[in-house]
């Protein structure tokens, strides 16, 4: 994973698997737990079928039985791969070039190629901008005279036309 986070900064584990377009543990241990049921129902000779229908009395009864989950995700006609859609989404700004896809989230991240992290990677002289502050991304966007945003933070989020033109300009670079 990490090389599909950029290997810029930490990425919240909730978008790794959207980044990456595996599906989330989860679900691919209930599409697992299917698979191993049914290859067990299919072969009568193996022994586990004797404790499989509850009637083995000398064992432990388990609060949450495999069987029981993989039979009901079976009854709901569970689908790996339309069970993740429905959990995740395209976010707003998802069709747009790379490059400023790539800049949208960097200023949603708040992780960029701005001084302070080269400056930190040792790959710049100092961590400060032209205007003299330290720069981060949230200083080139929000606080910077030369650079802010004249906009909401929030536009980002939303990838309002405004912000996307903002991203795009020619003094913008992150």
């Given at each position: 994973?990490?090389?599909?986070?950029?290997?810029?900064?930490?990425?919240?584990?909730?978008?790794?698997?959207?980044?990456?377009?595996?599906?989330?543990?989860?679900?691919?241990?209930?599409?697992?737990?299917?698979?191993?049921?049914?290859?067990?129902?299919?072969?009568?000779?193996?022994?586990?079928?004797?404790?499989v229908d509850g009637t083995n009395p000398s064992r432990l009864i388990s609060r949450k039985p495999p069987t029981r989950t993989a039979i009901t995700a079976m009854d709901e006609e569970f689908s790996l791969i339309g069970?993740?859609?429905?959990?995740?989404?395209?976010?707003?700004?998802?069709?747009?070039?790379?490059?400023?896809?790539?800049?949208?989230n960097r200023v949603r991240t708040e992780h960029g190629r701005c001084a302070y992290a080269m400056h930190k990677w040792g790959k710049a002289p100092t961590p400060f901008c032209e205007c003299g502050a330290i720069q981060t991304v949230r200083h080139i966007v929000e606080e910077?005279?030369?650079?802010?945003?004249?906009?909401?933070?929030?536009?980002f989020l939303t990838a309002t036309p405004e912000s996307i033109a903002y991203l795009n300009s020619p003094n913008f670079y992150l």
């Open positions: 994973m990490r090389m599909i986070a950029g290997v810029i900064k930490s990425t919240p584990k909730e978008w790794l698997p959207v980044l990456s377009h595996i599906p989330p543990p989860n679900l691919r241990r209930i599409n697992a737990l299917i698979g191993e049921y049914n290859k067990i129902q299919q072969n009568q000779n193996l022994p586990i079928h004797e404790g069970s993740w859609h429905n959990i995740s989404h395209e976010p707003p700004g998802f069709h747009l070039s790379r490059k400023s896809l790539s800049a949208l910077c005279p030369r650079t802010a945003y004249s906009g909401k933070s929030e536009d």
